[in-house]
């Protein structure tokens, strides 16, 4: 991913910064939302057609969100999926169980719920 911004638009950008989400992961993921001209996003809500799951969140919510994002056919962007074993243990079941395609960079695990992506897991 670029590690420039790809329009002017910073939105996502500034509030993953000010909760707390290193620069360099805030820009790849307003980059995502530019790439696939999402116009909505939400952090540590499931509000949105982007929805991020910062580290703060707790397990039960994180999990929540997921699946109610999921249900709606938003992408998930849970952040830090190594932080703790418990948390990378989350992120496995959570891969094991979508039906379509996780991209894991190590610094978030990204879930599209596309029907024409197929069930694939991709570790960068």
């Given at each position: 991913m670029s590690h420039r911004l790809l329009s002017a638009e910073t939105s996502l950008r500034d509030a993953l910064v000010a909760a707390g989400v290193p620069e360099r992961r805030a820009m790849e993921l307003q980059n995502l939302m530019t790439h696939?001209?999402?116009?909505?996003f939400a952090i540590d809500e499931a509000s949105a057609e982007l929805c991020v799951a910062t580290r703060t969140l707790p397990k039960a919510e994180t999990l929540r969100l997921v699946r109610t994002a999921c249900g709606r056919?938003?992408?998930?962007?849970?952040?830090?999926?190594?932080?703790d074993r418990d948390r990378e243990r989350m992120c496995g079941a959570i891969?094991?169980?979508?039906?379509?395609?996780?991209?894991?960079?190590?610094?978030?695990?990204?879930?599209f719920n596309n029907k024409?992506?197929?069930k694939q897991h991709f570790r960068i």
């Open positions: 696939c001209e999402y116009r909505t056919g938003a992408t998930i962007a849970v952040m830090e999926p190594y932080a891969v094991a169980g979508h039906g379509s395609t996780t991209v894991d960079n190590r610094g978030y695990l990204l879930i024409y992506l197929p």
